[in-house]
């Protein structure tokens, strides 16, 4: 069993910048990708971007505006989120898959960008 805790979401203005964390507890060199997703108010859970071997993948709406990094010594990753827009309002979500292959979500932590 693999826990995947996120932290620092919060209130920002647009605009604005927040960084995110998601605290893994097993090696994240057992995982073949990690992602974090976001789920906006009676939307679907959509991706934001992953990072496995070779640099990170981001969807179009956020690229240029947030950076996917991983800390392999301390088991995270981080969401560093600039340029915030309202329409960036979400729970954001860590995931990972890891040995032997089990597909793990974290809690979420809420993100709420005012205008």
């Known amino acids: 069993q693999v826990q995947l805790v996120e932290s620092g979401g919060g209130l920002v203005q647009a605009g604005g910048s927040l960084n995110l964390s998601c605290q893994a507890s097993?090696?994240?060199?057992?995982?073949?990708?990690m992602a974090w997703y976001r789920q906006a108010a009676g939307k679907q859970r959509e991706l934001v971007g992953t990072i496995s071997i070779g640099p990170p993948y981001y969807v179009d709406s956020v690229r240029g505006r947030f950076t996917i990094t991983r800390d392999n010594a301390k088991n995270t990753i981080s969401l560093q989120m600039t340029s915030l827009k309202p329409e960036d309002t979400a729970v954001y979500y860590c995931n990972g898959r890891f040995l032997p292959w089990q597909n793990y979500w974290g809690q979420g932590t809420q993100v709420t960008v005012s205008s």
């Open positions: 097993a090696s994240i060199r057992n995982a073949n990708v």
